[in-house]
C-alpha cells in the first residue's frame, strides 16, 4: 500500500529537541522530493520545509529556519526533521508529504500525505 | 515570501448548491496554484493541481480556473461529504504557502 507514516511526536518542554520520523512504502521513495508541513492547533498549514529526494536541495520556512533541519535516508525509505529550540508556537500536527510535478510546466503539488503527529511545547 | 488569500474564511451552504472560493495571490504565480481538502482530524487531500487539472478520483463536481494572481475552485451540487475546509497552495516559489483556509459549512 502506497502510504507516509509519522512518528516521533510528543510533549517537549520549551527549548527542548524532537525528532521526528516518516516511513515511506509502496513507491520508490528516492524518486521524489518530500516535505514537511504543520498545523497548529484549530488553525490553517503551514509548510515547513522541503528536501529533494537525493538531497542535494533544501528548502525551509523563515519560522523554522536555524532550528529545524530536514534529512532523509533513502536506503530505509525514511524522511526526517529534527526540531531544536522548541518554542510554544511550535505545538501542532506535523504531516509528511509526497511531492509531484506536471511535465511542461513543472507545476509541484502534493499528491500523498501522512496522517501526522503531534508536537506538543509545554512546560 | 508570496502571500496567499482566500476568500471567504467560511462559507455557508446547502446540499446541492454550487459555491465558489476564491483565493488571490500577492504577485504572479501564472498556474502555480493547488487546492487541498481538509475534513475534521484528518490529513489534507489533493483536489486541484496546476490550477485546474483535476486530481485522479475527485469527484467531477469539483473544478478550478484562474491564471496570474486569481484563482477559484467551484464546487457543483455539493454533497454532505464536501462539507469541509478547503486551502489554495502555491509552488511558484520555494517557500510553498497555503492561504488560511476556507471552512464550508451546512
Known amino acids: 500500500e502506497v502510504q507516509l507514516v509519522e512518528s516521533g511526536g510528543g510533549l517537549v518542554q520549551p527549548g527542548g529537541s524532537l525528532r521526528l520520523s516518516c516511513a515511506a512504502s509502496?513507491?520508490?521513495?528516492?524518486?521524489?522530493?518530500m516535505n514537511w508541513i504543520r498545523q497548529a492547533p484549530g488553525k490553517g498549514l503551514e509548510w515547513v520545509s522541503y528536501?529533494?529526494?537525493?538531497?542535494?536541495?533544501?528548502y525551509y520556512a523563515d519560522s523554522v529556519k536555524g532550528r529545524f533541519t530536514i534529512s532523509r535516508d533513502n536506503a530505509k525509505h525514511s524522511l526526517y526533521l529534527q526540531l531544536i529550540g522548541l518554542r510554544a508556537e511550535d505545538t501542532a500536527v506535523y504531516y509528511c508529504?509526497?511531492?509531484?510535478?506536471?511535465?511542461?510546466?513543472?507545476?509541484?503539488?502534493?499528491?500523498?500525505w501522512g496522517r501526522g503527529t503531534l508536537v506538543t511545547v509545554s512546560s | 515570501d508570496i502571500q496567499m488569500t482566500q476568500s471567504p474564511s467560511s462559507l455557508s451552504a446547502s446540499v446541492g448548491d454550487r459555491v465558489t472560493i476564491t483565493c488571490r495571490a500577492s504577485?504572479?504565480?501564472?498556474?502555480?496554484l493547488n487546492w487541498y481538502q481538509q475534513n475534521p482530524g484528518k490529513a489534507p487531500k489533493l483536489l486541484i493541481y496546476?490550477?485546474?487539472s483535476l486530481q485522479s478520483g475527485v469527484p467531477s463536481r469539483f473544478s478550478g480556473s484562474g491564471s496570474g494572481t486569481d484563482f477559484t475552485l467551484t464546487i457543483n451540487s455539493l454533497q454532505p461529504e464536501d462539507f469541509a475546509t478547503y486551502y489554495c497552495?502555491?509552488?511558484?516559489?520555494?517557500?510553498?504557502?497555503f492561504g488560511q483556509g476556507t471552512k464550508l459549512e451546512i
Open positions: 496546476a490550477a485546474s
Open positions: 508529504a509526497r511531492e509531484k510535478s506536471t511535465t511542461s510546466p513543472r507545476v509541484w503539488y502534493f499528491d500523498l
Open positions: 504577485q504572479i504565480i501564472t498556474t502555480y
Open positions: 528536501i529533494s529526494g537525493a538531497s542535494s536541495t533544501i
Open positions: 497552495q502555491q509552488t511558484y516559489s520555494p517557500l510553498y504557502t
Open positions: 509502496g513507491f520508490t521513495f528516492s524518486d521524489y522530493s
